[in-house]
């Protein structure tokens, strides 16, 4: 059974920063094959992809719309991957979500993606 659990969600004021964690276990999850993403969704509207950081050290992929602001890491002893997120604004203000793909290429839509973390809250106030 695999799990991911984030973490670091809060409350910051416009223009602060937040640092997300999602860390992985199970018996059988080989954390360093599996292409790790963060997702997002926003009160009434539909889930979106953030950031995605390829299993084999690929680029990162970003939305447009946290280019700059966000950067995805992993740490593969650790089993955990991260997000830091600077000069937050209002509008990110979601449910952020983790989830795992299996030698994934680094997928924008959450169908590839097998395993998701219950989210953590981020609330950015103007």
């Known amino acids: 059974q695999v799990q991911l659990v984030e973490s670091g969600g809060g409350l910051v004021q416009a223009g602060g920063s937040l640092r997300l964690s999602c860390a992985a276990s199970?018996?059988?999850?080989?954390?360093?094959?599996?292409?790790m993403g963060w997702f997002r969704q926003a009160p009434g509207k539909e889930r979106e992809f953030v950031a995605a950081?390829?299993?084999?050290?690929?680029?990162?992929n970003y939305a447009a719309s946290v280019k700059g602001r966000f950067t995805i890491s992993r740490d593969n002893g650790k089993n955990t991957v991260y997000l830091q997120m600077n000069s937050l604004h209002p509008e990110d203000t979601a449910v952020y979500y983790c989830?795992?793909?299996?030698?994934?290429?680094?997928?924008?839509?959450?169908?590839?993606?097998?395993?998701w973390g219950q989210g953590t809250q981020v609330t950015v106030s103007s």
């Open positions: 950081i390829i299993w084999n050290g690929g680029s990162p």
């Open positions: 989830a795992a793909d299996k030698l994934g290429i680094g997928a924008i839509i959450s169908h590839p993606y097998e395993y």
């Open positions: 199970g018996r059988t999850f080989n954390f360093a094959t599996y292409t």
